[in-house]
């Protein structure tokens, strides 16, 4: 996905996570790519999340805590953004590649 605005990205990679295989994700990163929020589906209703940015945080939740936290961390991590970078993630492992710099 290309830039998503902000009140509709949560609804998006929560639809989107509902589809995904286990293993699999999603990566919101602001424009400038400096600040992100990934989520990996580790089993059926089980997520990782991490928040890189002004804050280094992970969690392990199932996916009724799920739109909370990421409601909670999306205010935190981008509190003046009005459009987010939505990237789907293959692996774990992709999450530390560089993306494109502007």
């Known amino acids: 996905m290309a830039l998503v605005n902000i009140e509709s990205a949560i609804k998006k990679v929560l639809n989107a996570l509902k589809k995904t295989p286990p293993g699999q ?10 600040r992100g929020v990934a989520v990996i589906k580790e089993a059926e209703g089980l997520f990782w999340v991490r928040e890189r940015g002004y804050q280094h945080q ?6 009724r805590q799920l739109p909370r936290l990421l409601k909670g961390i999306v205010k935190r991590e981008f509190p003046r953004s009005r459009k987010l970078r939505i990237y789907a993630v293959a692996h774990r492992n992709d999450l530390g590649r560089p993306r494109k710099v502007l």
């Open 25 to 34: 994700g999603w990566e919101m990163l602001s424009y400038k790519r400096n």
């Open 58 to 63: 992970e969690w392990q939740v199932d996916e």
